[in-house]
């Protein structure tokens, strides 16, 4: 919706999320899963200006692969804000790729029956993400209200704060889920 917002984007080549509407619900409206390198590299692109939290789900790919994605896509995108990464035997690289990737490596996890859970906790960082996000633009905007255009400002402000309470629902209704799972 606004241009640098947080953005989302899991690249899926396995289709380990096979219906991202349920999986990953209640964050599947602020989530961008993709199966196909094609598609991926163009949301991507589309979102240069976008602080970018990213997962990448290799199922069967050898580390040199997962390494020249990683370089061609992923290492000099200026706003990536997080990379996750879950690939066989990725617990064990790392503290490896920290190393490599260290301003933006978040974890690096091996493939589990717990795959949607990590990715559920991904989606969580992200909203959080987008909160802050509209929680600062709305302050700049209720700023410009006292100093320029009330209309306008007000209208930017009143939007932000629906924004922001609409991801503090996705969040709230996560971790009810989640509360509620451990009970």
Not at 54 to 68: G, Q, S, Y
Not at 70 to 85: A, K
Not at 100 to 112: P, V
Request: aromatic share 10%; charged share 15%.
């Amino acid at each position: 919706m606004f241009d640098d917002e947080p953005c989302i984007l899991i690249y899926d080549p396995g289709q380990r999320i096979q219906n991202p509407n349920t999986q990953l619900h209640p964050f599947n409206p602020i989530v961008h899963v993709h199966n196909q390198e094609i598609s991926w590299a163009h949301d991507l692109n589309q979102s240069q200006n976008k602080q970018l939290i990213i997962l990448l789900i290799f199922p069967t790919a050898t580390e040199a692969d997962i390494r020249r994605f990683i370089m061609r896509y992923v290492f000099y995108q200026p706003r990536l804000h997080s990379l996750f990464l879950i690939f066989h035997n990725g617990l064990q690289f790392h503290e490896q790729w920290s190393g490599i990737l260290l301003r933006a490596l978040r974890w690096c996890r091996s493939l589990t029956n717990h795959l949607i859970s990590d990715i559920l906790e991904v989606c969580q960082i992200a909203c959080n993400q987008h909160i802050s996000f509209y929680e600062q633009r709305r302050i700049q905007a209720d700023n410009n209200i006292l100093h320029n255009n009330f209309n306008a400002a007000h209208g930017i402000a009143a939007l932000f704060a629906q924004r922001k309470r609409e991801c503090s629902l996705m969040l709230f209704n996560y971790l009810t889920k989640l509360k509620n799972s451990d009970d």
